[in-house]
């Protein structure tokens, strides 16, 4: 992928762009190889390396006449990314019309030296089937009446635009949203068609920025459900339900749990193969639930933040009458971390994720099987 901002050194976040694609791959591979030790190493799955992003994370900047959409550069000025190459084509061509709607709302964008303005962030966010969620995180609520006065111009020009929302972030430091969120359209969801489920994205919700790869994520999950088949599940870090939705099946009890309320709400909504039931959700911590619960599952299925699960949960797992965990992984330091605390599972099968070209990162999911029962 070629860029001008890179070559300029305006923008350094693919830190692999000079790398050719098979030797990322290769690079990848190695790391987490050497950090996971499994039976048995699948191919790494891997799509395109430019235009797969479906969100657009736009920190505004510049003027209300001129502003830019992008990132910051190091004396804080504004760096416009409106053409970054990692977007996809429907977010690509909405931008520039997202840039028009600063001006026209008369939307000051935020100073972060100086401490003063109203808008920080645009989260532009892309469906498979090419309709737009579009979140404006302003300091206070005092642009709202005019984003709402300007917004049926905005839905005209953007056809595919179902959802626009406002957070409020009225803090300095270094936090992307706020709690608060006002929904302005009829619809407050995103759906996300992924092989044969529809997730409801929600404006505060999770999902992979690569749609691709969260699909072939979500089925090799599904592959490896159905191969041991389990009667009773529990999808920890559940989210909007992606897994939940991918591994329900007629003859399987499913329990996705979420802190998120508001993804809970969403991985409700969510359907699946018409041939399987609903899973059934709670808003709870994970590992907070998994302690208290009077009885374990035979699967379990883990998508933590990068930190991982830690100690707590991963030595109940490891004392637990599981016999099978899923575990996918954004971090494979912190993946080895608490495999290592679990020495009662051994990994099976592994496979890495090129979720993330043009940059060091990866997703790395494993199958743990039970090596040896607790007592």
């Known amino acids: ?25 290769t690079r990848k591979e190695l790391a987490c190889r050497t950090l996971v030790p499994a039976q048995r190493w699948l191919p790494t799955a891997a799509g395109p390396d ?6 657009a994370k736009m920190v505004v900047a510049g003027t209300v006449d001129q502003p830019t959409l992008g990132i910051l550069g ?31 709302a008369g939307l000051t964008p935020y100073d972060v030296p100086a401490r003063r303005g109203e808008l920080k962030l645009l989260i532009a966010t892309e469906s498979p089937d090419g309709e737009l969620m579009v979140r404006f ?30 957070n409020l972030q009225p803090e300095h430091k270094a936090v992307l949203e706020g709690e608060r969120e006002i929904v302005l359209t009829e619809a407050a969801t995103l759906p996300m068609r992924v092989n044969d489920v529809t997730l409801q994205l ?19 999950a599904r592959d490896w459900a159905n191969e041991v088949g389990p009667r009773t599940v529990w999808d920890l870090y559940c989210g909007v339900g992606g897994f939940a939705a ?20 969403g991985a409700r909504a969510a359907s699946g193969p018409s041939s399987g039931p609903a899973a059934d959700f709670v808003a709870a911590d994970a590992t907070a639930y998994a302690i208290a619960a009077a009885t374990s599952p035979d699967l379990v ?68 099987e039970r090596s040896d029962r607790p007592d």
């Open 50 to 55: 430019a235009a797969f992003r479906n969100k």
């Open 202 to 220: 929600h404006p505060q919700g999770f999902f992979q920025t690569n749609t691709l790869l969260a699909a072939a994520l979500y089925q090799q």
């Open 301 to 368: 299925v883990v998508n933590p933040p990068r930190r991982g699960i830690g100690p707590e949960l991963a030595g109940w797992l490891d004392q637990s009458t599981v016999g099978h965990v899923i575990y996918s992984s954004c971090n494979a330091t912190t993946l080895a971390r608490d495999l290592a605390a679990m020495p009662a599972f051994q990994v099976s099968r592994a496979r890495m994720f090129d979720m993330f070209p043009q940059t060091d990162h990866y997703e790395v999911m494993v199958l743990l």
């Open 1 to 25: 992928m070629d860029c001008t901002h890179y070559d300029a050194g305006r923008c350094r976040s693919c830190s692999l762009l000079e790398v050719p694609r098979a030797e990322q791959l």
């Open 137 to 166: 995180v302003l300091r206070s609520q005092e642009p709202v009446a005019r984003i709402r006065k300007h917004l049926p111009q905005l839905l005209g020009e953007l056809p595919g635009l179902r959802v626009v929302t406002v």
């Open 246 to 265: 991918h591994l329900v099946a007629s003859d399987r009890s499913m329990l996705g749990v979420e802190v998120s309320v508001g993804a809970v709400e």
């Open 74 to 104: 190091p004396n804080g000025s504004g760096v416009d990314l409106r053409d970054c190459g990692l977007h996809a084509p429907g977010l690509q061509s909405a931008l520039p019309s997202l840039a028009r709607f600063v001006t026209r």
